[in-house]
């Protein structure tokens, strides 16, 4: 049997074209080597699974001019996880090895990751080091806690920090291997897959796995994504706001009773909804439609429900359900909690569409 790899790492990118979202960066760092302009101390830092230790190697090997499949390079790149290697020590081992000019290439490159869990004293034992290093020597140090460092090492690097990648990013790159694994994803599958892992590349691979794992067919659906992340459909925001706009509060308290009982908890529940009237609320405007990261079938569907809402009932019923989410967990009754706020979602419409009528109709309404 072929053995399983998983797609991090089979699909770890050798150059900084297959790298995603941080052009930011590696344009930097690639004219930086041109114009032969490279600090010899790098911070990499940012979330994780964005690419920082996967940047720190391809750059390693590009200071060296090696290519993928160079035995030179293992020779001149020393990799130190900061995790597992964080005494004084550890540190001193290192530093014992910058001494020695390298045996190939010009340059010997340290890449220190979790520096941020190096001990006070390792960082001390360090500074000298970062502060003069040989001419050979180039430190990368990459951490997710840049607030962790010291000050003092901090002023001694040049910093840069990773972004956390777009959810149009991950689902695009998602696509590409799922093609290349002969695979079929439907695009609001990777588009979950991808909002799931929250800008981490990383996890967006690994859910991804996880997802063909148990798709039988080698087939990704919507459908199988919801279930097995347990997410909950996004059908049910749509159908709940359907039932706003016409004020049927029976049917929106039976969906919630539904969703409560397919497992899914309230919480989640108030939370997607205002995520959902959020949306809605930026798809009224030409100008900020795309500040909603979903697949662009979707998309239609959210701008023709936000045609049938107007800005006040999207504002109101939004602050409703967003003082619900900040006190749901102080709430001793949490599923009246939700109840209630929904009683209140469900005469937004009424109220503001009265709010709207002129003061000679509105008197009529009155009396
Ligand atoms: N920007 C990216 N472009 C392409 N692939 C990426 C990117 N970021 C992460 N990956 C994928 O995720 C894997 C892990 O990334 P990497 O180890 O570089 O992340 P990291 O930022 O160093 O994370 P950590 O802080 O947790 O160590 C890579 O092997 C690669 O498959």
Known sequence: MEKFVVSARKYRPTGFDEVVGQEHITTTLKNAIDNNQ????????????????????????????????????????????????????????????????????????????EVHMLSNAAFNAFLKTLEEPPSYAIFILATTEKHKVIPTILSRCQIFDFNRIQVADIARHLKGIADRESISA??????????????????????????????????????????????LDYEYYFKVVDHLLTENLSQVLLIFDEILK??????????????????????????????????????????????????????????????????????????????LALMKLTHVNAAVTLAALPSEELKKKVV
């Open 38 to 113: 490279l600090a010899q101390a790098l911070l990499f830092c940012g979330p994780r699974g964005v690419g920082k230790t996967t940047c720190a190697r391809i750059l390693a090997k590009m200071i060296n001019k090696f290519d993928e499949n160079s035995d030179g390079s293992s020779l001149n790149i020393f990799e130190l996880d900061a995790a597992s290697n964080n005494s004084v020590d550890d540190i001193r081992n290192l530093i014992d090895q910058v001494r020695y000019p390298p045996q190939y290439g010009k340059y010997k490159v340290y890449i220190i990751d």
């Open 186 to 231: 439907e695009e609001e599958a990777l588009h979950l897959i991808a909002q799931k892992a929250d800008g981490a590349l990383r996890d967006a691979l690994s859910i991804f796995d996880l997802i063909v794992t148990f798709s039988s067919d080698r087939h990704v659906t919507y459908q199988s994504t919801i279930s097995n992340l347990h997410i």
């Open 262 to 339: 397919q497992g899914f908890d309230g919480h989640n529940f108030i939370v997607g909804l205002s995520e959902h009237l959020r949306n809605l609320l930026v798809c009224k405007d030409n100008a900020t439609v795309d500040l909603m990261e979903v697949p662009a079938n979707t998309k239609e569907k959210y701008i023709e429900q936000a045609n049938k809402a107007s800005l006040s009932f999207l504002l109101t019923a939004l602050n409703i359900a967003n003082q619900c989410d900040l006190s749901y967990k102080s709430s001793k009754n949490q599923r009246l909690h939700v109840e």
